[in-house]
């Protein structure tokens, strides 16, 4: 009897890479077929933290370690799969702003007539830079938030956003936008995505060795290729 497909929810952030990834999966000798869920990742917490019947869970770190605290996600089963900076976007045919340094970042945000970052990690992330910065009053101004599960990308290829920052995996694929670059060195924010066996699976082997497959060296290239890096 065949095994039931495994069922896996993530954030929106990882759905490309991870789709192309349960594609290669499934080309391995002991494959298994996985059904992905991406949505908001605030969502996504809460469908794992409410009991929603998931086998594998693949989020921001900090956000897989508090739903293994909380008892949602087996404790152990924590496996890093990619790394993820963010970037920088305009509308196609805007004007590029300078980005070559911290400063220049910090004037391109005040000299911008609207910002917009999503609400996870890297949203908080860019947030405690603008307060450290002084200058949060002034951005949350002028700042535009997508509801969960839709792109910075796309407010900025509409208008909404004059300034938009997200993650490079999120931005690099979307029409209507120019990425300008991703963020200097000094002031990069990295997400780590990890998975997760969800307390709830009954196939908790067979999500072990997925997620194993997916943070393992053979699949660089596909991170790669979605402006991520190996974990």
Avoid: C
């Avoid at 300078?98 to 391109?108: F, I, N, Y």
């Avoid at 307060?131 to 949350?140: F, S, T």
């Avoid at 307390?199 to 660089?220: I, K, Y």
Wanted: cysteine-free; proline content about 5%; glycine content about 10%.
């Amino acid at each position: 009897m065949t095994a039931p497909a495994l069922r896996m929810i993530s954030s929106m952030a990882t759905k490309k890479v991870l789709t192309e990834l349960i594609a290669l999966y499934a080309q391995q000798p002991a494959g298994a077929a996985v059904a992905l869920e991406s949505v908001g990742g605030v969502d996504a917490a809460r469908r794992v933290a409410t009991g929603e019947a998931f086998d594998a869970v693949v989020l921001g770190a900090d956000a897989l370690d508090r739903l293994v605290a909380d008892g949602h996600v087996r404790a152990g089963s924590r496996i890093d799969i990619v790394r993820s900076d963010v970037a920088v976007a305009v509308r196609a045919g805007s004007p590029h702003p300078d980005l070559g340094s911290e400063a220049a970042v910090r004037q391109a945000v005040l000299a911008a007539g609207s910002v917009g970052y999503s609400t996870g990690p890297s949203g908080v992330a860019l947030a405690r830079l603008f307060e450290r910065w002084g200058i949060a009053d002034a951005v949350n101004a002028k700042l535009v938030t997508p509801p969960p599960g839709v792109p910075v990308g796309s407010l900025v290829a509409s208008g909404e956003v004059a300034l938009g920052f997200q993650q490079l995996s999120e931005l690099m694929h979307l029409s209507g936008i120019d990425v300008v670059g991703p963020l200097p060195d000094a002031i990069q924010i990295t997400t780590v995505f990890a998975g997760g066996v969800a307390t709830a699976s009954q196939q908790a082997d067979a999500v072990a060795a997925l997620l194993a497959f997916m943070a393992s060296p053979q699949t660089s290239d596909i991170k790669r290729a979605n402006g991520m890096d190996q974990a």
